[in-house]
């Protein structure tokens, strides 16, 4: 079946501008996180669904980031005002009910922010 | 606040030679999962460890849970070129119902 797939695959955008983020899990798959990956480095937390709502949104790093999902299924982060630093590949995962189930990851975003 | 660590960061090996990383959290896991992140993949499942105590193996991967769930471990036996790769722990914490990735190891074999 269908995996987690997200989009776009690349994004290059420039500094201050808005960005779009999508992710669409697995079907029936209940609960959805977005991580994200510096080059190299580990994962970064950034929130967690259950259904629509967000239980866990601690990982969000300022409010220029924000995430929503609909219908429990589609999700899309945002990214207001882009910085530099904001550079780095953005995964979303999703699993069968809670996070007491194996994730199942998408191939991920690339994000450029030159 | 709470931490999941994880050593070595790199480890190089000689193709045959075993492998191991550690997993160590500041507070009880109700539970651990590891997944392997191929070089410009993304994360894959390999196992959730859930008992005090408890080992799984998967052919030549072992993996063990503290008995106090506050660490884990990853054994490779012989390791292969197919081996190299990012592996990261992610505890569950106890005390919040957060799921918290390690920094990962990542792991080069030398044919």
């Known amino acids: 079946g269908a995996g987690v797939s997200q989009s776009p695959s690349n994004k290059v955008t420039e500094k201050g501008k808005d960005v779009e983020l999508r992710c669409d899990p697995i079907s029936g798959h209940t609960a959805l996180y977005w991580y994200r990956q510096s080059l190299g480095q580990g994962l970064e937390f950034l929130i967690y669904f259950q259904g629509n709502s967000a239980p866990d949104k601690s990982g969000l790093p300022s409010d220029r980031f924000s995430a929503e999902r609909t219908g429990g299924s589609v999700s899309t982060l945002t990214i207001q005002r882009t910085q530099q630093e904001d550079s780095a590949v953005y995964l979303c995962a999703s699993s069968l009910r809670d996070i007491l189930y194996e994730q199942y990851f998408g191939p991920g975003t690339r994000l450029t922010v030159t | 606040g709470q931490q999941v660590m994880q050593i070595p960061q790199y480890q190089h090996v000689q193709e045959g030679e075993d492998f191991t990383t550690y997993c160590n959290s500041s507070t009880t896991l109700s539970n651990i999962q590891w997944y392997k992140q191929r070089p410009g993949g993304h994360p894959v499942f390999l196992i959730q460890l859930v008992k005090s105590g408890e080992v799984k193996k998967q052919k030549r991967l072992t993996f063990q849970f503290g008995e106090a769930k506050k660490n884990s471990s990853l054994h490779i036996t012989a390791t292969q070129t197919t081996d190299v790769g990012t592996y990261f722990c992610?505890?569950?914490?106890?005390?919040?119902?957060?799921?918290?990735f390690g920094q990962g190891t990542t792991l080069q074999v030398k044919p």
């Open positions: 992610a505890g569950l914490s106890s005390n919040t119902g957060k799921l918290i």
